[in-house]
């Protein structure tokens, strides 16, 4: 059983900078594919940014590209997500999440593992 457990989130303002970890136990990061989703309240947890197991291919939600940046350490089974130029819509709990396999889908039902979140606040 994979446990994920995130942190780095917090307080910024607009246009400056967060990373969040993700850091891995009970298994191998290097054999889930992974990804980070976040949800805002009164909205569905959405899609922000994956990796692939192998090749390091990275996708990202159309909203946070050329801002973040998703990067893995299988060495350290960790996972991090480099947040730059962040915008107040950035706010919500973000949410790391592993699966078996190797495809990259962007909805939540294909993931098997989920870290509990860490909450990100961007001010205006």
């Known amino acids: 059983q994979v446990q994920l457990v995130e942190s780095g989130g917090g307080l910024a303002q607009a246009g400056e900078s967060l990373r969040l970890s993700c850091v891995a136990s009970?298994?191998?990061?290097?054999?889930?594919?992974m990804a980070w989703f976040r949800q805002s309240p009164g909205k569905e947890r959405e899609f922000v940014a994956g990796?692939?197991?192998?090749?390091?291919?990275?996708d990202y939600a159309d909203s946070v590209k050329g801002r973040f940046t998703i990067a893995r350490d299988n060495a350290k089974n960790t996972v991090t997500l480099q947040m730059n130029s962040l915008k107040h819509g950035d706010t919500g709990v973000y949410y790391c999440?592993?699966?078996?396999?190797?495809?990259?889908?962007?909805?939540?039902?294909?993931?098997?593992?989920w870290g509990q979140g860490t909450q990100v606040t961007v001010a205006s």
């Open positions: 009970g298994g191998s990061l290097s054999s889930h594919v």
């Open positions: 990796i692939v197991r192998l090749s390091g291919r990275a």
């Open positions: 999440a592993a699966r078996n396999g190797y495809s990259l889908p962007s909805v939540t039902e294909e993931y098997d593992y």
